[in-house]
């Protein structure tokens, strides 16, 4: 059974709308973000917020939660605590952002109005919340099924997702439960696909599974793209792939995966990029490559090679700048490839 969400949630969701939009024009307002900042994940993040008043109460809970995590590891990731700072020679001239700032003032409000929304939540819902089954309320309308597109096309599709529940809520059809019922699952379809991609969006999120898969040999991870690409042409979702790996999948791509098939192709496709590269480097432990390093974190530098990111921990005590060519090699004798910078960029 839908049910509709109660006066008291409703205004904690208005709050969430509210702040995400407040966080929303603090970052396109701010003049000195990283390179890396993940502008994207979060727009798409604050578009599930935003439309989850008009949704029912029980797809409510998964964008909310979902935003909880992401954003506050993007917090914990790109602002840092001024006892942390950098001094001396290890000074860095990128941007850093601040524990305390306005931006991070924004993040910390979003995320308080999150938390309470999800208290509202659970009271209305005066269930064990943890034992919800999603699937037996996200229903994905025919006709509007995702496909492989992008951004742009991505966000035209959310919203004819909203369009459809407004149109299912006008005033003829109020005394409809059927067509209520299509409103609130239309809204919730609308705010699930935008959290699927955010996801999508976010390159730690798919760095992180493609570390894990990289652990196998080349010829596990051909299988297990080839099926992926099989189970993805069929209209279905791998989901013993997501139980498989359950460890490092959080609820909402368990659920809502299920629905974005633009997703799991994309991550096939990542997934054979891994495998090409620990193919084609198996057998040679020190061939040397040369990739551009595309964004600087804190900790580590992404070096873009055959379209793949790989994660740098540098040991020498310089930062490459982003659009600098570097020299690395992968070394697979621990089965998954650990690039490493083995000569430092010269200055022209």
Request: aromatic residues 8%.
């Amino acid at each position: 059974m839908i049910s509709k969400i109660n006066d008291e949630f409703a205004l904690e969701l208005r709050e969430v709308r509210a702040t995400g939009s407040k966080l929303r024009e603090s970052i396109d307002q701010h003049n000195f973000l990283p390179d890396d900042f993940p502008k994207e994940q979060i727009n798409l993040l604050l578009v599930a917020l935003h439309g989850l008043e008009d949704g029912s109460l029980e797809g409510a809970r998964l964008p909310l939660e979902h935003a909880n995590v992401r954003l506050s590891e993007i917090r914990r990731r790109y602002f840092v605590h001024r006892d942390q700072g950098l001094d001396g020679e290890d000074e860095s001239p990128l941007p850093v952002l601040e524990r305390g700032d306005s931006l991070d003032a924004r993040f910390s409000q979003l995320l308080s109005a999150i938390s309470t929304a999800l208290d509202a939540y659970r009271e209305q819902s005066r269930s064990e919340y943890e034992s919800l089954n999603t699937d037996e309320y996200i229903d994905i309308l025919p006709g509007i099924a995702p496909a492989n597109i992008g951004i742009a096309e991505g966000l035209q599709q959310i919203n004819q997702f909203a369009a459809l529940a407004g149109h299912a809520r006008e005033t003829r059809w109020a005394e409809s439960v059927p067509i209520q019922d299509v409103a609130l699952s239309a809204a919730d379809a609308g705010n699930s696909l935008a959290s699927v991609r955010a996801e999508a969006s976010s390159q730690f999120v798919i760095r992180g599974w493609i570390k894990k898969l990289a652990r196998f040999s080349a010829d596990a991870l051909n299988v297990l793209g080839k099926t992926l690409d099989a189970v993805s042409v069929a209209g279905q979702i791998a989901h013993e792939f997501y139980l498989r790996y359950k460890a490092t999948v959080s609820k909402i791509r368990e659920v809502v995966i299920k629905e974005a098939q633009e997703w799991l192709s994309f991550l096939a496709s990542k997934i054979k990029d891994a495998e090409s590269v620990v193919r084609r480097y198996a057998d040679d432990h020190e061939r040397k490559n040369y990739g551009i390093v595309e964004a600087i974190g804190r900790n580590s530098s992404v070096i873009n090679h055959q379209r793949l990111p790989f994660a740098i921990t540098s040991s020498e005590r310089f930062v490459p700048r982003p659009g600098t060519m570097v020299e690395f090699d992968i070394d697979t004798s621990h089965f998954h490839p650990a690039p490493r910078i083995s000569r430092r960029p010269t200055d022209s």
